[in-house]
Structures are given as structure tokens and as C-alpha cells.
């Protein structure tokens, strides 16, 4: 079974300033994937970035890089230079890899709110 | 042009009607998937669908079912609607080989049963 823990339920950050969302997981599985997505006030679902457990470095895209401590399983989000439309939920999720194991374990979300 | 579409985005009925939503993907996915997100804004699978198989969460009610007319669409219909169904619902897809495996996702359907 897989698990993934937010601690945080809401954060403050000012803009411009960097933030870093928490996330930790479990699983016996080997391999395995982990995805933040945000969701905006409107409710879409936005993918953000991806972190496979093999890899060597941590993501980054843009202004999103992933923390990645495998031996602390955690897999931070990291949000640089907020921005005021950067207030939303944001998800932490997980899916282990190899056939029949498709779907995403999600956290219950970190609400982000970034002040003028 | 719309990655994956759902539709209606809202949906209210009454309890014990039957009701169904649709979601359409243009991105080539084999794999489709429906979650739901209760109030608390948790999210939680019910189905996996691909041309091989289909995957189903247990504590999915079997008033519940996906029908796949075709790779592009898999609909939810849901029979004998029950208040505690009220959420929203997402529909997602995802190339089942790449082994990011990273789903996108629809906008939703929030659905309210009176």
C-alpha cells in the first residue's frame, strides 16, 4: 500500500519570495513515480512536475523544483519567486511503477496563499 | 484544443436518478481513469481503464460503472444517485508504456444531489 502525508493544510508566503511545500511518502514498492499538481480556485487539476525514484537529479520546471530525499522519503515542492497566481492547492501524489498499478495515491493537499 | 474534456462541468439532480458523464481525451492515451474529490478536497481513484483491462477501487458502490465506447472516452454512469455521491469528478488520462505515466487531468464535474 502506498501513503502520502501533507502536514501542512495551509502555508502564507509573500510575493516574490521562495516557498517549500511538504510532502513525504511510503511504499514497499522499488520503483515508483511522484507528481505534485495544483488546483486553482476555478478546480482544474494542473500537472506540475514529476520525480521517478531512479533518478539521479531533482526536477525542475520553470519556477517548480522537487526536493527529493529518497532516504527520508520525502519529495518537497519547491516554488520560487511566488506568485500571486500561484495561490491554490496544491497535491502531492504517488504511483508505483509496473504494469496494473496505474493509478495515483494522493495526499489531502497543502492550500498556498501568497500575499501582496 | 482541450486535452481531456469532461462534461457537464456541473451536474444537480435529485436522489434515486440516474445519470451520466462524459469525458473525452484527444491526447492518444490508452489508459483513462476516473477519481472523485469529496468536500475535504481529497482525492481518491475509482477506476483504471485501459484496452486490456479494468481496474476498479472496492469501495466503489456498483451503482457505479465505466463504459468505454472507444479508446478516446470513457463515460461514468452512476444509477440511483445518492447524496453522499454529491463531489466532484475528475476524469484523467495517461500513456500507459511511458513510465512517467503522468495523467492529465479533466476539469471536473461537481455534482450535487438535492
Known amino acids: 500500500a502506498q501513503k502520502i502525508t501533507q502536514t501542512q493544510p495551509g502555508m502564507f508566503v509573500q510575493e516574490k519570495e521562495a516557498v517549500t511545500l511538504d510532502c513525504t511518502y511510503d511504499?514497499?514498492?522499488?520503483?515508483?513515480?511522484l507528481f505534485w499538481y495544483k488546483q486553482p480556485s476555478s478546480g482544474e487539476m494542473i500537472f506540475l512536475i514529476y520525480?521517478?525514484?531512479?533518478?539521479?537529479q531533482n526536477a525542475t520546471e520553470g519556477r517548480y523544483s522537487l526536493n527529493f530525499q529518497k532516504a527520508r522519503k520525502s519529495a518537497n515542492l519547491v516554488i520560487s519567486a511566488s506568485q500571486l497566481g500561484d495561490s491554490a492547492m496544491y497535491f502531492c501524489?504517488?504511483?508505483?511503477?509496473?504494469?496494473?498499478?496505474?493509478?495515483?495515491?494522493f495526499g489531502k493537499g497543502t492550500k498556498l496563499s501568497v500575499i501582496p | 484544443d482541450t486535452a481531456v474534456s469532461q462534461t457537464p462541468k456541473y451536474l444537480v439532480t435529485q436522489m434515486g436518478n440516474d445519470k451520466s458523464i462524459k469525458c473525452e481525451q484527444n491526447?492518444?492515451?490508452?489508459?483513462m481513469y476516473w477519481y472523485k474529490q469529496d468536500s475535504k478536497k481529497f482525492l481518491k481513484i475509482m477506476f483504471s481503464?485501459?484496452?486490456?483491462?479494468?481496474?476498479i477501487n472496492e469501495t466503489v458502490p456498483n451503482r457505479f460503472s465505466p463504459k468505454s465506447p472507444d479508446k478516446a472516452h470513457l463515460n461514468l454512469h452512476i444509477n440511483s444517485l445518492e447524496l453522499g455521491d454529491s463531489a466532484v469528478y475528475f476524469c484523467?488520462?495517461?500513456?500507459?508504456?511511458?513510465?512517467?505515466?503522468?495523467?492529465?487531468f479533466g476539469a471536473g464535474t461537481r455534482l450535487s444531489v438535492l
Open positions: 491526447l492518444g492515451h490508452d489508459t
Open positions: 484523467a488520462s495517461s500513456p500507459t508504456e511511458a513510465e512517467e505515466n503522468i495523467q492529465y
Open positions: 511504499t514497499s514498492d522499488p520503483s515508483y513515480g
Open positions: 520525480q521517478g525514484s531512479y533518478d539521479q
Open positions: 501524489a504517488m504511483r508505483a511503477h509496473g504494469a496494473g498499478s496505474y493509478q495515483l495515491t
Open positions: 481503464y485501459n484496452n486490456k483491462e479494468l481496474i
